[in-house]
Nanobody
Framework: QVQLVESGGGLVQAGGSLTLSCAAS????????MGWYRQAPGKQRELVARYTSGGITRGETNYAGSVKGRFTISRDNAKNTVYLQMNSLNAEDTAVYYC???????????????WGQGTQVTVSS
């Protein structure tokens, strides 16, 4: 089995910072990418940031336009952990944040997507 365990959400004032972390564990052969999505009440889930670990785009990072310059994604390959440093938070960042990873399990020859359970980030204005 493969699990994604998130931590770091909470309540913060506007202008403040939070760091989310997501650790992948289990029977992992390879990780193609790890990243974060978020879903605010009444809105669709959207990609926030992604770090690509494998393939020809290894090391590439992608950000939603609304978070560029404020959020930074990084990864500790040895720990299979991805971090999301969030600065200058505002009320529009309030959402449930989900870790997402594309992982190949040991014994398999294809990648599949995995999701964390979600962590709430609330920004008070």
């Amino acid at each position: 089995q493969v699990q994604l365990v998130e931590s770091g959400g909470g309540l913060v004032q506007a202008g403040g910072s939070l760091t989310l972390s997501c650790a992948a564990s289990g029977s992992i052969s390879s990780i193609n990418y790890m990243g974060w999505y978020r879903q605010a009440p009444g809105k669709q889930r959207e990609l926030v940031a992604r770090y690509t670990s494998g393939g020809i785009t290894r090391g590439e990072t992608n950000y939603a336009g609304s978070v560029k310059g404020r959020f930074t994604i990084s990864r500790d390959n040895a720990k299979n952990t991805v971090y999301l440093q969030m600065n200058s938070l505002n009320a529009e960042d309030t959402a449930v944040y989900y870790c997402n990873a594309r992982i190949m399990k040991r014994g398999e020859t294809f990648f599949r997507d995995y999701w964390g359970q979600g962590t709430q980030v609330t920004v008070s204005s």
